[in-house]
C-alpha cells in the first residue's frame, strides 16, 4: 500500500502550531500537501500517520479532512478510508465551470448593489496581493496568488449576502481544481486574469450591476477557454461545454 509522504524541509507544508486554530492549521496544511503533486491522485490518506507527522490527536485531522472531503480534493470510500481523488475530466470541469456561471455573476451584481467602501478596501487589498504574489511552477511558489485570487471571489460572494450560495461556492474549490490540472506549470495567464479582475472591481464599484454581472461571467468564460486550452484536457471538451472553446 502507499503510504502518505512525509513532510520534506524543501517542500513541506507549513506545520500546524499548537497555538494556532487546530483545524484549520491542519486544513491549510493538508490542502498544500495535496495541491504540491506529492501524492498522487487514489493514494491513501491515512489519519493514523497525519497525526503523528503533524504531531496532533486525530480530531482536528478528522475535521481538516471532512472539510476537504466537501471540495473534491478528496473522496472517501467505505472501509478504505480516505484517497487522494483524481483530477477532474474534461467532463467535471465543464461542470464546475457552468456552476460558477449560475453562482458568481449574481454575487457580482448583488455585491455591486450593496457595495460599501469596506468591501472596495477589502477587493483591492486582495488584488494587490495578486499583483505582488510569485507564479513559478510548485504550489508553494504560486500558493499566494491561488490564495488571493480565492479570496477576491469569497469577498464579492461574502458581501452579496447569500450564505447559502457563499457555502456552494466554497464547497465547489473551483481554484484548487484547477491548478490541479496544470500539473507544474504554475500560474500561466496572471496577467490577463489581474486584468479580469482590475475590470470587475471597476464594475463592482461603478455600477450598474449588470456590467459587474457582465465583467464576472467574461472572466469566469475566459478562465475556462485558458484552462482548457493550457492543460491536458484540450481536445476532450465534451459536447455539454458552457463554452465554445476557441482554438489557440
Given at each position: 500500500?502507499?503510504?502518505?509522504?512525509?513532510?520534506?524541509?524543501?517542500?513541506?507544508?507549513?506545520?500546524?502550531?499548537?497555538?494556532?486554530?487546530?483545524a484549520?492549521g491542519?486544513?491549510?496544511?493538508?490542502?498544500?500537501?495535496?495541491?504540491?503533486?506529492?501524492?498522487?491522485?487514489?493514494?491513501?490518506v491515512?489519519?493514523?500517520?497525519?497525526?503523528?507527522?503533524?504531531?496532533?490527536?486525530?480530531?482536528?485531522?478528522?475535521?481538516?479532512?471532512?472539510?476537504?472531503?466537501?471540495?473534491?480534493?478528496?473522496?472517501?470510500?467505505?472501509?478504505?478510508?480516505?484517497?487522494?481523488a483524481?483530477?477532474?475530466?474534461?467532463?467535471?470541469?465543464?461542470?464546475?465551470?457552468?456552476?460558477?456561471?449560475?453562482?458568481?455573476?449574481?454575487?457580482?451584481?448583488?455585491?455591486?448593489?450593496?457595495?460599501?467602501?469596506?468591501?472596495?478596501?477589502?477587493?483591492?487589498?486582495?488584488?494587490?496581493?495578486?499583483?505582488?504574489?510569485?507564479?513559478?511552477?510548485?504550489?508553494?511558489?504560486?500558493?499566494?496568488?491561488?490564495?488571493?485570487?480565492?479570496?477576491f471571489?469569497?469577498?464579492?460572494?461574502?458581501?452579496?449576502?447569500?450564505?447559502?450560495?457563499t457555502?456552494?461556492?466554497?464547497?465547489?474549490?473551483?481554484?484548487?481544481?484547477?491548478?490541479?490540472?496544470?500539473?507544474?506549470?504554475?500560474?500561466?495567464?496572471?496577467?490577463?486574469?489581474?486584468?479580469?479582475?482590475?475590470?470587475?472591481?471597476?464594475?463592482?464599484?461603478?455600477?450598474?450591476?449588470?456590467?459587474?454581472?457582465?465583467?464576472?461571467?467574461?472572466?469566469?468564460?475566459?478562465?475556462?477557454?485558458?484552462?482548457?486550452?493550457?492543460?491536458?484536457l484540450?481536445?476532450?471538451?465534451?459536447?455539454?461545454?458552457?463554452?465554445?472553446?476557441?482554438?489557440?
Amino acid at each position: 500500500m502507499t503510504s502518505w509522504p512525509r513532510n520534506t524541509p524543501e517542500d513541506a507544508p507549513p506545520r500546524p502550531q499548537k497555538r494556532q486554530v487546530l483545524a484549520d492549521g491542519v486544513h491549510d496544511a493538508l490542502v498544500a500537501l495535496l495541491m504540491s503533486g506529492r501524492v498522487a491522485p487514489g493514494d491513501p490518506v491515512g489519519i493514523d500517520s497525519l497525526s503523528r507527522d503533524f504531531d496532533v490527536s486525530p480530531t482536528p485531522i478528522r475535521e481538516a479532512l471532512a472539510r476537504i472531503e466537501t471540495t473534491g480534493l478528496i473522496v472517501r470510500e467505505p472501509l478504505r478510508g480516505y484517497r487522494v481523488a483524481p483530477v477532474m475530466s474534461a467532463d467535471e470541469f465543464c461542470q464546475l465551470t457552468e456552476a460558477r456561471l449560475l453562482i458568481e455573476p449574481y454575487n457580482a451584481a448583488a455585491a455591486c448593489r450593496r457595495r460599501s467602501g469596506q468591501m472596495g478596501a477589502e477587493l483591492n487589498q486582495a488584488l494587490a496581493r495578486m499583483k505582488q504574489a510569485p507564479t513559478g511552477p510548485t504550489y508553494q511558489e504560486f500558493r499566494l496568488y491561488l490564495e488571493a485570487d480565492a479570496e477576491f471571489h469569497a469577498i464579492i460572494s461574502r458581501y452579496a449576502g447569500n450564505h447559502f450560495l457563499t457555502e456552494a461556492l466554497t464547497r465547489l474549490g473551483a481554484h484548487q481544481h484547477r491548478f490541479r490540472l496544470f500539473g507544474d506549470a504554475g500560474v500561466t495567464d496572471a496577467p490577463l486574469a489581474i486584468k479580469e479582475h482590475e475590470a470587475i472591481l471597476a464594475a463592482i464599484e461603478s455600477g450598474p450591476p449588470d456590467e459587474a454581472r457582465r465583467a464576472m461571467k467574461r472572466h469566469i468564460q475566459n478562465v475556462f477557454q485558458r484552462a482548457i486550452c493550457d492543460s491536458p484536457l484540450a481536445g476532450q471538451v465534451p459536447e455539454r461545454s458552457p463554452i465554445t472553446v476557441r482554438k489557440p
